[in-house]
Structure formats: structure tokens, C-alpha cells
């Protein structure tokens, strides 16, 4: 059935498969294994990879809250600044008024500092004309103790001439009988 020939050649297959077979044997054993690894490996990956993407996930909805904290600190500024532009505006007119203030009471005191000269000036015045007044009031008083003093002594006088009149008709009337 089989020559010899042919049936060595059959060995030498069979031998050369069973080596071949032993060597994709253990090439698949070493694909396994590196498979495994593989698949270890891209396990690892996966759950690194699903850990960035959690703090990617979490990262973004940081960065969305930090966008809306921006947008209201923007918004809060943008208002403080107005605010702070109103104050400005409302100081400047506060420095202009007090300097306009201050300009109209420099004024006001030289106005008053000249009144009261003025009114010392007149008070002086006055104060002169009151003692030229008294003096003429103690003249005038002096000249009315002199008239009651001279009216008393043209009394004493008419009264003297009186009494001497009637003392004469007295003194004639005893001459005569």
C-alpha cells in the first residue's frame, strides 16, 4: 500500500507538523499570553482612560462654574466700576462745591471783617457824639443850676425890693401925722 518512501515522507510531515504544531502551539500560548496582557493592559487603560473622563467631566463643570462665577464677578464689577464712576463724578462736584464754599465764606468773612470795621468806626463816632452830648447835657445843666440860682437870687432880689418898698411906705406912714 504504502511505499516507504512515501511513508517517510508521511513521518517527516507528521514530524514537521507535530514542530509546527508545537510552534503555533506556543505562538498562540505567547499570543494568549500577550492577549492577556493586552487585554490587562487596555483594562487598566480603560479605567485610567474612564478616570481622566470623570475629571474631565468634573473639570468642565469646574471650568462651567468658574465661567458663571467669572460672568457674575464681571457683571459685579462692571457695576462697582459704574459705582465707583459715580462716586468720582459726585466727589469731583463735592470738590468743586467746597472749594466754591470755601471761596464764598473767604468772602464772607472779608465782607464781615469790613463791616465790623465799619460799624467800630461808627461806633466810635457814635461814642464821640455821646460824650459831646454829655458834656453838653452837664453845660446845659450847669447853665440851669445858674439860671435857678439866678432866678432864686431875682426872687430874693424882687422880694427884697418888696419888703424894702413896704418897709419905706411903713417908715413913711409913721412920718406923716
Known amino acids: 500500500m504504502f511505499n516507504t518512501s512515501q511513508a517517510k515522507q508521511l513521518q517527516k510531515d507528521l514530524q514537521q507538523n507535530n514542530e509546527d504544531k508545537e510552534k503555533w502551539f506556543l505562538q498562540y500560548n505567547l499570543g494568549k499570553s500577550q492577549i492577556g ?3 490587562q493592559q487596555i483594562s487598566i487603560l480603560s479605567s485610567k482612560i474612564q478616570t481622566r473622563e470623570n475629571e474631565n467631566n468634573a473639570m468642565k463643570k469646574e471650568i462651567e462654574g468658574l465661567k458663571r462665577e467669572l460672568k457674575v464677578l464681571t457683571q459685579n464689577m462692571s ?5 465707583l464712576n459715580k462716586a468720582l463724578e459726585e466727589n469731583e462736584k463735592n470738590k468743586t ?7 464764598g465764606e473767604k468772602d464772607l468773612k472779608e465782607g464781615h471783617k469790613k463791616q465790623i470795621q465799619e460799624l467800630s468806626l461808627t461806633v466810635q463816632q457814635i ?22 440860682k439866678q432866678k432864686a437870687h431875682l426872687e430874693t432880689f424882687n422880694l427884697a425890693q418888696i419888703a424894702e418898698a413896704e ?3 411903713i417908715l ?3 412920718g406923716e401925722p
Do not use: R, V
Open 172 to 174: 413913711d406912714w409913721k
Open 97 to 103: 462745591l467746597l472749594k466754591n464754599q470755601k471761596k
Open 37 to 39: 496582557k493586552l487585554e
Open 127 to 148: 461814642e464821640k457824639h455821646k460824650n459831646e452830648l454829655i458834656h453838653g447835657f452837664k453845660k446845659q445843666l450847669q447853665l440851669i443850676d445858674n439860671l435857678k
Open 79 to 83: 457695576s462697582n466700576e459704574t459705582k
Open 167 to 169: 418897709f419905706m411906705k
